[in-house]
């Protein structure tokens, strides 16, 4: 990820939601693999699940997806408890830790439409939140390239098989894992140790 400032200088948004309660926002950020493993840590995070969004229920699965020719994308639903952590705080980790959101159809050696940067909105209120969030980043030159991310409405979340779910956690010595998730879960926990889960503090 080419950050023109370290990551302990990530700005925070200058728009925030007002948000109460239960809530939850659709993230594609390259392989689900890798930012559930991200989200999982985080304290006020209640669940997060892969999934695909963006194409039709009659593709929704891994292996057609994985082929790049459907309109979906890997994504991860984080439903969260609003009142512990802000869409702000989430959409500020996406940016600086979950993924490079400088990529078009890609990240890393992955290369797709699959892989695109996008987030999926439930309202109005999360769409103007991160349409503002990705021109404060832009304004501030924080990339050495654009924002390429997509903030569109979420029509639906089809779930991922069983075997995708925790996949890193269950899987820690897998290569990809090691090489991919694993240097950004190290990451998160250096930079936002304030913001983790207590098992994930004692981890």
Known sequence: MALKIDPWSFPDPELDAAEQGRRSIVLGGGCFWCTEAVYSQLDGVLSVRPGYAGGTRETADYRTVCSGATDHVEVIEVVYDAGRISLGQILKLFFSIAHDPTLKDRQGNDVGRQYRSAIF????????????????????RLFDAPVVTEVVPLEAFYEAEEYHHDYAARNPS??????????????LKAVHADMLKPAAKAG
């Open 174 to 187: 897998q290569p990809y894992i090691r090489a991919v998730s694993t240097p950004k879960v190290e990451k």
């Open 121 to 140: 909105t439930a309202d109005e209120e999360q769409k103007r939140v991160a349409e503002a969030y990705i021109a404060q980043i832009d304004r501030a």
